[in-house]
């Protein structure tokens, strides 16, 4: 029996495929990645259209809102729109809750009628980040954490920027929206 195994042949050698086969499914993953890449971006872009930019007189690049621009155009029976300008970076003030300090974080965009509203808020941002700083430097802790005392102060916050807004001229400020609100 020790014989049959040592007369029996040697397994034959496997084919790798050589260079010509690793060159081939190399290429082959090459075009699945690159198909897929392709594809993928075809399907964001149609999920996420890129906005149209606008160059302003000051050298910004400013994205324009498809509904804003439509309105300026004037477009018949178009709904009325409006513009957004975010003031950034978030206003950060710290106070007291008796012995310990607190931190409020906010962020804030103001809402306009028109561009040249949002072009105005632009111009008097120093100024207004000023004033709005020093409106919310001075809060009481337990006040902020209802939804009036946050409503009071937006209330406050919104006079206060269209009081900038009328004492340098420019456009009206339709409203005022926290988009965050932080204390810690």
């Known amino acids: 029996m020790a014989d049959a195994a040592d007369q029996a042949p040697p397994p034959p050698d496997k084919k790798s495929g050589g260079f010509m086969g690793k060159l081939t499914n190399g290429i082959g993953i090459f075009v699945l990645t690159l198909g897929a890449v392709?594809?993928?971006?075809?399907?964001?872009a149609k999920l996420h259209p890129m906005p149209d930019f606008k160059l302003d007189k000051d050298g910004k690049i400013t994205a324009v809102a498809e509904a804003a621009s439509s309105a300026e155009h004037g477009a018949e029976g178009a709904a009325k729109s409006s513009a957004y300008y975010a003031i950034d970076p978030p206003l950060v003030v710290n106070f007291e809750d008796g012995s310990v300090v607190r931190f409020l974080q906010i962020s804030m965009e103001v809402m306009?009628?028109?561009?040249?509203?949002?072009?105005s808020v632009q111009k008097n941002i120093p100024l207004i980040r000023n004033n709005l700083l020093l409106l919310m430097s001075n809060r009481d802790y337990q006040s902020m954490m209802s939804r009036e005392g946050k409503?009071?102060?937006r209330q406050e916050a919104l006079a206060e920027i269209r009081a900038v807004q009328k004492k340098q001229g420019?456009?009206?400020?339709?409203?005022?929206?926290?988009?965050?609100?932080?204390v810690q």
């Open 112 to 119: 306009c009628a028109s561009q040249k509203g949002v072009d």
């Open 170 to 182: 420019g456009e009206d400020v339709e409203d005022l929206l926290f988009t965050s609100f932080v």
């Open 38 to 44: 392709v594809v993928g971006g075809s399907i964001n």
């Open 151 to 153: 409503e009071k102060l």
